[in-house]
């Protein structure tokens, strides 16, 4: 038995079930708040599971409405649901998911005992960690933060309510019995009863707290050692990969343009060297070089350059290396882009965090992931080759022995299944766009993106006069607006019409320039297709952008802080990106080698700060040997002397006064201040100090400035005392109007 | 019932009273200066009592520590290993948040004296908490009430060659000697503000009584661990035997005890009988001043009460004459309530046990003295039966003998007087 002797009110048991039930229902939402961007097929037991929680957080008794069989029922309806959701679709975690996500409806739809609610905090967190893993999103960081914080409450509500309980076994909650607590749940007067239970400098404090939590966890995150044991567990492989949108090795016309539409984030990199960023980067990512009926594929024979799959954290590129340090470009692939890396060209040496299953087409320079990654990819790439050309010696060799009897055409990227009508037409297009003249890979490509820019404007929406014969041909004669890839196309079968071999690219182009977080952001609206022919004279694939001037042929292209400075975004969008960026680079991308850098980063900090401090110390003491050597004279001595004088007065003054009167704040005035009668009762006087007093409001005013400044014991009822200031009030102004009135008359 | 004062129980506290009488973290005690060897060697060898077990919750948190430990190392992954960071954040703020709850709190035992056997008594533990703005919430008080008399005889022996079922039979024998309790504290101790925790404890074997405050426990603030503090704060307590239910039987001839005696309560009803000198005990306004100051010799006042007839109690503990020890208890049980029943009637003269001197029994502090004298008698095996001056009177001297096998008859010179 006990006797609490409280000054602020307590919450009743019932009330603290009610808080509970509260965040029960709160975590629940929480929970499986993460299939919204966990890309799993649970909408549908989402939406009831939204249902049921805010159903029963509105009508708290309606768990005790449940028919009993429902309860019988349940779990082997859940454990045949799971194992025949495991049956059907052989996907293990997305079973697993679902499984969770009913376990988390029928805690909702009944009362829960303490460890119940111990299941729902572990269910919920099952479900957040699980889609932080798969989708590695800043997303995940709130969530996670707030999921902590409700799961303490959460915690702290259940040890405050239990401990009356403890060491003994909690009594069952009857089955269709509702409990007193539900009966007549408000959550509103329960909300006001928490603000007057509620202490708010413990809250401040708890909230310090939480605060230091996230602080020591960031500090323990640097902290835990890390080693990689062989990656045999992840939770990705127990998932099919699908990807969201965005780039296959079979397009057809329309498909960049969906891309286009979407502003979210594709790409994020890193550049070691900004002075090696090109003016208008273009991040290749897959070749297309089969075309036939208006579409574009990847060949047999360029799908055979991937050759077979490879599982390495590494790979050699086909660059040639170069002298001085090498710039380090590091991406960050948002899931559901592609499993096609982009990249700017050849390269020196790839490496991925952990070790990858790929394919790598060297002459190419593609790399392809075995399956579409679900969760953020980061690599870093060391050594690009910047220059606009894509060297390609073998294909230079089989081109060079193109008309030997034994060499295949189809390899060669010039092949045009057309009807003769087709050709036809391309041929008297080449024969307008030459001149009758034979040029370089170079010089058509310039005249050919002329011509097609004069001929076609730049449209999202374009559309494809109707007719016989290929679509593309069709567009290619008409003079309606086109799409990237059309105009990619299009320059494509005009520079094989021209023998030339020449093929589609698709990627992104461009990017805007990071201003906070100093990276370049690439979003899904900047895929891109364009195109590349062979140049023989350079012995390698050239760029061409039909949509762009024609860049110099073989050149490197303008670099550096022009470039930074054109494509400069410190807009708010570019605020929140570069929070993406550093979870990215600081979180998600945290190794060993970071682990090293940060560590070697903290210690030349404090030796820094130490030698400053040093420096600063030795350079005082100097200052004092100098002021201390100096001529002491009258005027400095009284100086001194009163120097010292002061700061002795004020440091009694503190010792003495100053706790004292810090103890009278906190205390004693905070108090009188914070109390809302006292304040009502400062309101009433300076009302009545208006104007001029009566004699009979003498009694009133006294006795407001007791409640206002007096003792609380001494007070008189307070109700009274401002009724009567108030009728004190109006009858002044009655008699201020009577005045009024009579002067007036 | 009488209404009987008993001054507190002596509290095992070496600081004595007022604000050094407090224990627990936030008690007047001085504190030791803080060390990190100190801690750490606090952590290696924690103080007696103190305990720190992981509850059903913190075994779970453990566990789903060390799975995503070991799924971050496997995988690398970073979000894993924030989790744990995270995870294990959150056992440090339950550690810190555990301390500020206990930090500044401060208790002490009081008791609601008297003790009998088979009757609630009330063991009040005062709260007070010293902290300037952070309440305290979710502790338990673990009790214990365990005889206090040593065996004679008995001393601390090794139980490395002894047989285990004979120690789990002597730990049961000890345990069943043991009352314990566990009492929570409702609600929340505000910062600066005191409350009182109550355990009601029923004394089953009269005797000497330790109250133990056995340890203070929290699962405060999330659960993951139930921490116990070990307080050693104890107090002594008597237990007096229990009432028992008598039967009266009419004594032929009570002799009324001639003039110049003293009586059980002088100075109620009755004419003065005579003065006589001051004995230690007497009431100072019986003191007649101004015989005492002509004979120079302090003087009482002595009157003869209207119940006149006052018995002497001897009590022999014989354990031959006593062999069973349930019939023993029932023979101090009836002695106890045969004193209080006679004392509040004014009858109670003398009482003796074996071979005593007498004690007069004239005010309540005598007949408390009594009953805490009863409460830690025992079958004495070679009592001498001759009880001293009572012998000098030999008149209403009330003694106890066995009636059958489970009885007790007391005798008024030599008549049956009550029985139970």
């Given at each position: 038995m006990t006797t609490p002797v409280a000054r602020?009110?307590?919450?009743?048991?019932?009330?603290?079930?009610?808080?509970?039930?509260?965040?029960?229902?709160?975590?629940?939402?929480?929970?499986?708040?993460?299939?919204?961007?966990?890309?799993?097929?649970?909408?549908?037991?989402?939406?009831?599971?939204?249902?049921?929680?805010?159903a029963t957080l509105l009508r708290p008794e309606l768990p005790g409405r449940v028919p009993r069989w429902v309860h019988a029922l349940a779990f082997p309806a859940i454990a045949a649901f799971f194992a025949g959701d495991l049956w059907l679709?052989?996907?293990?975690?997305?079973?697993?998911?679902?499984?969770?996500?009913?376990?988390?409806?029928?805690?909702?739809?009944?009362?829960?005992?303490?460890?119940?609610?111990?299941?729902?905090?572990?269910?919920?967190?099952?479900?957040?960690?699980?889609?932080?893993?798969?989708?590695?999103?800043?997303?995940?960081?709130?969530?996670?933060?707030?999921?902590?914080?409700?799961?303490?409450?959460?915690?702290?509500?259940?040890?405050?309510?239990?401990?009356?309980?403890?060491?003994?076994?909690?009594?069952?909650q009857p089955i269709r019995e509702t409990p007193s607590w539900a009966r007549h749940t408000d959550w509103r007067r329960l909300l006001r009863r928490l603000q007057e239970v509620t202490d708010w400098r413990v809250v401040g404090l708890g909230a310090a707290l939480f605060a230091g939590v996230v602080g020591v966890s960031a500090l323990l995150f640097l902290a835990i050692p890390r080693f990689q044991i062989e990656n045999s567990m992840f939770l990705d492989r127990f998932i099919t990969k699908k990807a969201k949108s965005g780039f296959t090795d079979v397009i057809r016309f329309g498909d960049v343009s969906e891309i286009q539409l979407d502003t979210s984030i594709a790409l994020s990199v890193d550049v070691s060297d900004q002075s090696q960023i090109p003016v208008t980067p273009y991040w290749r990512m897959l070749v297309?070089?089969?075309?036939?009926?208006?579409?574009?594929?990847?060949?047999?024979?360029?799908?055979?350059?991937?050759?077979?799959?490879?599982?390495?954290?590494?790979?050699?590129?086909?660059?040639?290396?170069?002298?001085?340090?090498?710039?380090?470009?590091?991406?960050?692939?948002?899931?559901?882009?592609?499993?096609?890396?982009?990249?700017?060209?050849?390269?020196?040496?790839?490496?991925?965090?952990?070790?990858?299953?790929?394919?790598?087409?060297?002459?190419?320079?593609?790399?392809?992931?075995?399956?579409?990654?679900?969760?953020?990819?980061?690599?870093?790439?060391?050594?690009?080759?910047?220059?606009?050309?894509?060297?390609?010696?073998?294909?230079?060799?089989?081109?060079?022995?193109?008309?030997?009897?034994?060499?295949?055409?189809?390899?060669?990227?010039?092949?045009?299944?057309?009807?003769?009508?087709?050709?036809?037409?391309?041929?008297?297009?080449?024969?307008?766009?030459?001149?009758?003249?034979?040029?370089?890979?170079?010089?058509?490509?310039?005249?050919?993106?002329?011509?097609?820019?004069?001929?076609?404007?730049?449209?999202?929406?374009?559309?494809?006069?109707g007719g016989d014969g290929d679509p593309l041909?069709?567009?290619?004669?008409?003079?309606?607006?086109?799409?990237?890839?059309?105009?990619?196309?299009?320059?494509?079968?005009?520079?094989?019409?021209?023998?030339?071999?020449?093929?589609?690219?698709?990627?992104?182009r461009g990017g805007s320039w990071n201003g906070y977080s100093n990276n370049f952001t690439i979003r899904n609206s900047e895929a891109h297709a364009w195109a590349e022919i062979f140049d023989e004279r350079a012995g390698g694939w050239l760029r061409v952008d039909p949509l762009a001037p024609v860049v110099a042929t073989t050149g490197e292209e303008p670099r550096g802080e022009a470039a930074v400075a054109a494509r400069l975004d410190r807009s708010w969008a570019a605020r929140f990106d570069s929070l993406r960026v550093f979870w990215y680079r600081r979180i998600v991308n945290f190794d060993q080698r970071s682990q090293a850098e940060t560590l070697k980063a903290v210690k030349e900090a404090t030796q820094n700060t130490g030698r400053r401090l040093r420096v600063a110390l030795e350079g005082a003491v100097d200052n004092l040997k100098v002021w201390l050597t100096s001529p002491w004279d009258e005027v400095r001595l009284v100086r001194v002397a009163a120097f010292v004088i002061g700061v002795g007065a004020l440091g009694w003054f503190l010792k003495s006064v100053g706790p004292g009167w810090w103890r009278l704040r906190l205390r004693g005035f905070g108090h009188r201040r914070d109390d809302p009668v006292r304040r009502e009762a400062g309101r009433w006087l300076s009302r009545l100090a208006n104007g001029e007093a009566a004699e009979e409001e003498a009694g009133v005013i006294a006795d407001l400035q007791r409640v206002r400044f007096g003792a609380r014991p001494t007070w008189p009822e307070p109700a009274r005392v401002f009724q009567r200031a108030h009728q004190a009030l109006r009858s002044?102004?009655?008699?201020?109007?009577?005045?009024?009135?009579?002067?007036?008359g | 019932m009488v209404s009987l004062l008993h001054r507190a129980p002596d509290v095992d506290d070496p600081g004595g009273q007022g604000d050094e009488a407090w224990s627990g973290p936030g008690g007047a005690a001085r504190k030791e200066r803080f060390t990190w060897s100190g801690l750490v060697w606090a952590l290696v060898y924690p103080q007696r009592g103190h305990r720190i077990l992981p509850t059903v919750p913190g075994v779970v948190l453990i566990a789903l520590s060390f799975g995503i430990g070991t799924a971050a190392y496997n995988s690398s992954s970073n979000i894993l290993f924030i989790t744990l960071s995270l995870l294990l954040a959150c056992l440090i703020l339950s550690g810190v948040l555990s301390w500020l709850n206990l930090r500044g709190v401060r208790w002490r035992l009081r008791l609601a004296p008297p003790l009998r056997v088979g009757h609630d008594a009330i063991?009040?533990?005062?709260?007070?908490?010293?902290?300037?703005?952070?309440?305290?919430?979710?502790?338990?008080?673990?009790?214990?009430?365990?005889?206090?008399?040593?065996?004679?005889?008995?001393?601390?022996?090794?139980?490395?060659?002894?047989?285990?079922?004979?120690?789990?039979?002597?730990?049961?024998?000890?345990?069943?000697?043991?009352?314990?309790?566990?009492?929570?504290?409702?609600?929340?101790?505000?910062?600066?503000?005191?409350?009182?925790?109550?355990?009601?404890l029923r004394p089953e074997r009269r005797g000497n009584l330790r109250i133990e405050l056995v340890?203070?426990?929290?699962?405060?603030?999330?659960?993951?661990?139930?921490?116990?503090?070990?307080?050693?704060?104890?107090?002594?307590?008597?237990?007096?035997?229990?009432?028992?239910?008598?039967?009266?039987?009419?004594?032929?001839?009570?002799?009324?005890?001639?003039?110049?005696?003293?009586?059980?309560?002088?100075?109620?009803?009755?004419?003065?009988?005579?003065?006589?000198?001051?004995?230690?005990?007497?009431?100072?306004?019986?003191?007649?001043?101004?015989?005492?100051?002509?004979?120079?010799?302090?003087?009482?006042?002595?009157?003869?009460?209207?119940?006149?007839?006052?018995?002497?109690?001897?009590?022999?503990?014989?354990?031959?004459?006593?062999?069973?020890?349930?019939?023993?208890?029932?023979?101090?049980?009836?002695?106890?309530?045969?004193?209080?029943?006679?004392?509040?009637?004014?009858?109670?003269?003398?009482?003796?046990?074996?071979?005593?001197?007498?004690?007069?029994?004239?005010?309540?502090?005598?007949?408390?003295?009594?009953?805490?004298?009863?409460?830690?008698?025992?079958?004495?095996?070679?009592?001498?039966?001759?009880?001293?001056?009572?012998?000098?009177a030999r008149q209403n001297v009330m003694t106890f003998v066995p009636d059958g096998v489970r009885g007790v008859v007391a005798y008024v010179d030599g008549q049956k007087a009550a029985s139970v």
């Open positions: 602020r009110p307590q919450l009743s048991p019932d009330e603290l079930q009610q808080l509970k039930w509260l965040l029960g229902g709160l975590l629940t939402l929480l929970g499986v708040g993460t299939v919204l961007y966990m890309d799993i097929d649970a909408w549908v037991l989402t939406g009831l599971t939204v249902a049921a929680t805010l679709k052989m996907e293990l975690l997305p079973a697993m998911v679902r499984l969770d996500i009913l376990l988390l409806i029928y805690r909702n739809l009944s009362y829960r005992q303490r460890r119940d609610d111990l299941q729902i905090i572990v269910l919920g967190l099952f479900l957040v960690i699980v889609a932080g893993v798969l989708t590695v999103s800043l997303t995940f960081a709130g969530h996670l933060l707030v999921y902590t914080a409700c799961s303490l409450a959460m915690l702290l509500v259940i040890t405050l309510g239990d401990a009356a309980q403890v060491g003994k076994p909690e009594p069952a297309l070089d089969d075309y036939s009926n208006g579409t574009f594929r990847l060949s047999g024979g360029l799908r055979a350059q991937f050759g077979s799959e490879r599982t390495n954290s590494f790979q050699t590129g086909q660059a040639r290396p170069r002298l001085g340090e090498k710039a380090v470009w590091t991406f960050y692939l948002e899931s559901g882009v592609s499993r096609y890396l982009p990249l700017l060209g050849h390269f020196d040496m790839l490496r991925f965090r952990e070790s990858q299953n790929y394919r790598f087409a060297g002459a190419l320079a593609l790399v392809s992931l075995r399956e579409e990654p679900v969760s953020m990819t980061a690599y870093r790439v060391e050594g690009f080759d910047l220059t606009t050309l894509l060297p390609d010696p073998v294909f230079a060799e089989r081109w060079r022995r193109r008309h030997e009897p034994d060499q295949k055409p189809v390899g060669l990227q010039t092949r045009l299944i057309l009807r003769d009508s087709d050709h036809g037409v391309l041929r008297r297009t080449v024969s307008e766009i030459t001149g009758g003249e034979s040029p370089g890979a170079a010089e058509f490509a310039r005249r050919a993106g002329e011509w097609l820019r004069r001929q076609h404007s730049y449209s999202l929406t374009p559309a494809i006069p041909i069709r567009w290619l004669v008409s003079r309606e607006a086109g799409h990237c890839e059309l105009h990619a196309g299009s320059f494509v079968l005009l520079a094989r019409a021209a023998g030339f071999a020449a093929r589609v690219v698709t990627g992104f002044r102004r009655r008699r201020a109007v009577s005045r009024t009135g009579s002067g007036s | 063991v009040a533990l005062e709260l007070r908490s010293r902290n300037r703005f952070v309440p305290t919430y979710g502790l338990w008080f673990e009790f214990a009430a365990r005889p206090a008399d040593a065996e004679p005889g008995l001393r601390a022996e090794s139980t490395l060659t002894a047989k285990g079922a004979e120690v789990r039979a002597a730990l049961a024998q000890a345990e069943a000697a043991e009352l314990r309790g566990r009492v929570p504290l409702a609600g929340r101790l505000d910062p600066g503000g005191e409350t009182r925790v109550e355990w009601v340890s203070v426990g929290s699962l405060f603030p999330f659960g993951f661990l139930r921490k116990d503090i070990g307080t050693g704060l104890t107090a002594n307590a008597v237990v007096w035997p229990a009432p028992v239910e008598y039967r009266r039987h009419g004594v032929a001839a009570v002799r009324r005890l001639a003039g110049g005696e003293r009586v059980a309560r002088a100075g109620h009803g009755g004419d003065l009988l005579a003065l006589r000198r001051y004995i230690s005990g007497d009431s100072h306004r019986l003191i007649h001043w101004k015989a005492s100051a002509r004979t120079r010799t302090l003087l009482v006042r002595q009157f003869a009460a209207e119940s006149a007839e006052g018995y002497a109690i001897w009590l022999l503990t014989d354990a031959g004459l006593w062999p069973k020890p349930e019939q023993f208890e029932l023979l101090i049980s009836f002695v106890a309530t045969l004193s209080e029943d006679l004392f509040r009637g004014g009858q109670l003269r003398d009482v003796a046990i074996n071979a005593e001197p007498p004690m007069p029994v004239r005010r309540v502090h005598d007949l408390e003295w009594w009953l805490n004298k009863l409460a830690t008698v025992r079958p004495a095996e070679h009592a001498d039966r001759i009880p001293g001056e009572l012998t000098v």
